[in-house]
């Protein structure tokens, strides 16, 4: 399972919101220009997530937030490796000229993430399950 420390902003009764925390370690590292962690961090600083916590947590409660690998592989290979093959597969089928190739796997491309994108909280709800409350610390 893969954790992450995060900090409850509030709650309601139904659901426990919840923002990633940045590792301390974020500010010390000699790769933080470099680093995809630190530049979400600074794009998304308010990103919140609700969830549902057996716990009983307020506002300021610092908490574990854990998922399983296996679902975040299914999301993986549902976001980045679908697409492709959408745009490969007409592509492989396709007996043409260079440039109209170019031109099919553009816009098949752009038709896979278009799809991607209309389909994917469904896609979430029924097939990954969403990350857990583990525990408070």
Do not use: W
């Not at 709650?11 to 680093?35: E, G, I, P, W």
């Not at 506002?59 to 290979?77: F, K, M, T, Y």
């Amino acid at each position: 399972m893969l954790e992450e420390r995060a900090l409850v902003t509030r709650t309601d009764h139904r659901f426990v919101y919840v923002k990633s925390m940045q590792s301390s370690a974020c500010t010390q590292c000699l790769q933080k220009q470099n680093c995809s962690t630190a530049l979400y961090a600074k794009l998304l600083p308010n990103r919140e997530m609700a969830l549902i916590s057996p716990l009983d947590l307020k506002a300021g409660d610092r908490v574990v937030v854990g998922i399983g690998e296996n679902h975040l592989l299914r999301a993986s290979l549902f976001v980045y490796l679908l697409p492709l093959l959408i745009m490969l597969i007409p592509v492989g089928f396709f007996d043409g000229s260079e440039q109209a190739s170019a031109l099919l796997a553009i816009f098949s491309m752009l038709a896979g993430l278009y799809l991607i994108h209309r389909v994917q909280r469904r896609f979430t709800q029924q097939y990954l399950a969403p990350p857990q409350i583990i525990k408070k610390l």
